[in-house]
């Protein structure tokens, strides 16, 4: 049960931004960790199919490359090359790829929450006319694609497109100006279709299928003072990696912002208990 | 009530030199369904987009347009609703609930009442299961359903439809028909159509008006309409009659004309009364025929852990024949064509052939088999392209446009053609390297009924010099008259495969029309001209 998902577009997309922010705006190694695994944990709960086997190879290389390019800070490892590798440049490393891998966790989670009817929703409430522009590319631009294809397989089958690049080129040139002469015919066609249906008649307004409840308003509340507290108020944003790393004392704000990342997975952790529960009983 | 009425309409496009539309005069009642018939530019869709203001073309306008009691421009555009024939290109969005709510959407309707009213059309409809999807992935059928729903959720009082299901395949047609007739039954919507394709629409029809050269000839009802068409012979719309009126036309019949398969059993029942006919089923010859093509025991699916598409698929291919494919929508029709025609390979079994034939395949959309703005020069560039010498070039374009009658073609562009003519114009470019097998997917579809019957003649030909032509299609009626042999296909496999005449007469359903009229009455007739061959038999 993806409970998270079901929530208002601006809730679930205030949310993951105000996550994402507070990710990249923290220098601070420990925030990065927590985000890193509130990220993970919540894209293991979407069930996400986006696959992620790149990012640990990221993670190594952004944290390899910077203590040897960067020789900054006191505490020297060892020696490679005669230049200094030192401790503070190779967990600034870490935390610089715990960072992107954060950021990018977060927004394979936004691509599985946030679909195209939501941003939409998002978009249209701000600009209707460009919501509609958006809504018929995104028909045309997969149209155009599949139009293609067919247009090559058929075109291939009449006269196999031999090897010679220039022919090659040649045929994939006149298929391309026939796609556009065919959608120039087709747009003609669904301007009157739009027309008929009494487009640019009235002030046009953006229907959306969302209906923002009080539990989308306990989220916009939530991640409002969340994120204020945390980047304004807690004080754990700034650190200093060089030339000394500052000292992680504890502090019960790490423990404030884990809540907040944390906070879809629970959400969605408590849909799944909810319905095991309510299928118990049947 | 009125909500119709045209007086001493006419009207001339600025570009035009004569009238397209000639000193009409129309009433619709309320509550109505009026089908506009007529051949292609006897002015059925000018008429139909006059009504419409927004679409009214640009012209010369004499005479009245009132609607619903009103002069025309008066009118709310929203109470009149238009569904158009190409159903893709009247999409305006991504998603399925968007469409339906985009006429809405743009009245300023207020959010609870287009949750409403896109919910009720969706169910009433049945749009309801695929309501979250992309409308880029919806068939063809399914398209103008949503064209037709969100149209109606703009909830007009009358509703136009220029030739809805002309793009259609015979069921989807069907089934889009019926979702029409129910919104009329229950909603009281006036409907007004152009169809050339009248077996499914006379039958629902109130009355009938039928245009030539942009005056009305005639108005009645169906059935008046019926024998006026057989009365006059040389009717171009003859051969778009439902079957049982072209029995009745072929048989001399006398009473009153039937118009539906029912209508059609009485009035044979009667004609033959006491007779009871029987004609002897040929069998198919294929013993002494080449096999060309032998698929056996096939299997295929397009991914690992997808069911099978085809599956323990056997079918013989002979050299010569006409092989029809029958099958639902989902059958695998497609996919077997794709195999025949070598894009696909099985994974378990063998298509064998002989030796290494040439292939063509006519696509559904045969526009798409031109690249060039110019026809003649489209086949010049194709003929240089396969090899030959431009005077060989010049003889064979000769020589195939001849059979296929395009030589008045030859200057347009090929996107301008009718139906039928693009299909002719895409057979000779097929045509050109000389194919043993020729693969056509769905070639009745967007096609008038003279237009089907020149291409079975154009069929027969091409199999008389040796070309083997394997159609998949899903009309019944053009399978019967084209083919040597039909094929089934169900669920990935050919469960039947005989020549039509056993192949109909074995089937209950799945058969054809004259079939259906004259099964008990005169058994093993699949096709009017047979039932007509049988009633002059039994007269002698």
């Known amino acids: 049960m993806q409970r998270f998902s079901a929530f208002h577009p601006i809730s679930s997309f205030l949310y993951l931004i105000s996550a994402v922010c507070i990710t990249m705006f923290s220098r601070n190694i420990v925030i990065a960790a927590i985000s890193i695994v509130a990220a993970f944990v919540f894209y293991l709960s979407l069930k996400a199919t986006q696959s992620v086997w790149i990012y640990p190879l990221i993670f190594l290389l952004t944290a390899i490359t910077n203590p040897i390019f960067s020789h900054n800070g006191v505490t020297v490892l060892f020696f490679l090359n005669g230049n200094p590798i030192t401790l503070e440049a190779f967990v600034y490393g870490v935390y610089l790829g715990a960072v992107i891998i954060a950021v990018l966790l977060w927004f394979s989670c936004y691509n599985t929450v946030i679909t195209s009817d939501k941003f939409l929703c998002l978009f249209g409430a701000v600009m209707p006319k460009a919501a509609l522009t958006i809504s018929m590319a995104l028909r045309l631009v997969p149209q155009f694609i599949s139009g293609g294809r067919e247009m090559l397989e058929i075109q291939n089958s009449i006269i196999p497109i031999r090897c010679g690049i220039i022919k090659r080129v040649k045929k994939h040139i006149a298929i391309f100006s026939c796609l556009i002469t065919r959608s120039l015919e087709g747009a003609v066609e669904q301007l009157s279709s739009m027309k008929a249906r009494g487009y640019g008649l009235h002030k046009r307004v953006s229907y959306s299928r969302f209906r923002f409840t009080f539990a989308d308003f306990l989220l916009l509340i939530y991640t409002i003072t969340g994120f204020v507290y945390i980047v304004f108020f807690s004080g754990l944003l700034n650190y200093n990696y060089y030339p000394e790393m500052d000292k992680i004392n504890f502090d019960v704000s790490y423990i404030l912002c884990a809540v907040f990342l944390l906070m879809p997975t629970a959400i969605n952790l408590w849909g799944e208990i909810k319905w095991k529960y309510s299928i118990s009983k049947i | ?540």
Not at chain 2, 138 to 165: C, F
Not at chain 2, 284 to 313: C, E, G, S
Request: net charge neutral.
């Open chain 2, 1 to 540: 009530m009125e909500i119709l009425n045209l007086e001493n309409l006419s009207f001339k496009y600025s570009t035009g030199q004569d009238y397209a539309i000639n000193n009409i005069n129309l009433t619709v009642e309320e509550g109505e369904i009026l089908l506009l018939c007529g051949s292609s530019g006897s002015g059925k869709t000018t008429l139909l987009k006059l009504i419409k203001k927004e679409l009214s073309p640009v012209g010369e306008l004499n005479g009245k347009i009132t609607l619903f009691g009103n002069p025309r421009d008066n009118e709310n555009s929203c109470d009149v609703g238009l569904v158009m024939q190409n159903p893709h290109n009247q999409i305006v969005t991504d998603k399925v609930w968007h469409e339906l709510a985009f006429g809405l959407e743009n009245l300023g309707i207020d959010k609870n009442t287009i949750r409403l009213r896109t919910g009720e059309m969706a169910s009433f409809l049945g749009i309801s299961s695929w309501f979250d999807k992309n409308t880029s992935e919806l068939s063809g059928g399914q398209t103008q359903i949503l064209n037709l729903a969100s149209v109606m959720a703009m909830q007009p009082r009358l509703l136009l439809l220029d030739e809805p299901v002309s793009q259609l395949d015979p069921i989807a047609a069907r089934e889009f028909l019926n979702a029409v007739t129910r919104l009329n039954r229950e909603t009281g919507t006036t409907v007004i159509m152009t169809e050339h394709r009248l077996e499914d629409a006379f039958v629902l029809a109130d009355r009938v008006a039928v245009m030539e050269n942009g005056r009305i000839k005639y108005c009645d009802t169906p059935k008046s309409i019926a024998e006026q068409i057989i009365k006059d012979k040389a009717s171009p719309l003859f051969n778009s009659l439902p079957a049982s009126s072209r029995i009745y036309a072929m048989t001399n019949g006398d009473g009153e004309c039937p118009i539906d398969v029912r209508q059609g059993r009485a009035y044979l029942r009667k004609a033959f009364e006491g007779k009871y006919i029987k004609q002897n089923i040929e069998k198919a010859k294929m013993n002494n025929r080449q096999r060309i093509i032998k698929l056996h025991n096939i299997h295929f699916r397009y991914q690992k852990n997808t069911p099978d598409v085809l599956r323990q698929l056997d079918l013989d291919v002979y050299k010569g024949e006409s092989l029809c494919i029958l099958g639902a929508n989902g059958a695998g029709k497609s996919t077997l064509l794709r195999m025949l025609s070598g894009g696909i390979k099985p994974y378990i079994g063998k298509m064998k052939s002989d030796n290494k034939h040439r292939i063509s395949m006519l696509p559904q959309r045969a526009e798409l088999v031109f690249l060039k703005d110019n026809l003649l020069e489209d086949l010049t560039e194709c003929c240089k392209e396969i090899g030959y010498s431009d005077k060989d070039g010049a003889e064979k374009i000769a020589q195939l446009s001849q059979v296929f009658n395009i030589s008045n073609l030859f200057d347009r562009h090929p996107y301008d053609l009718s139906g039928g003519e693009t299909q002719r114009a895409a057979l000779t470019k097929l045509m050109l390297k000389n194919p043993d097998v020729l693969l056509l997917d769905e070639p009745t579809k967007g096609i008038d009924p003279n237009g089907k019957k020149e291409l079975t003649g154009l069929i027969k030909a091409m199999c008389k010099q040796g070309v083997t032509v394997i159609t998949v299609t899903h009309d019944i009626e053009f399978s019967a008259q084209t083919a040597d042999r039909c094929a089934l296909l169900f669920n990935g496999e050919i469960i039947s495969c005989s020549a039509p005449q056993s192949f109909f007469c074995g089937n209950c359903f799945y058969t054809t029309d004259a079939n259906r009229i004259s099964r008990g009455i005169i058994d093993n007739a699949v096709t009017c001209e047979d039932v007509a061959k049988m009633w002059k038999a039994s007269e002698e």
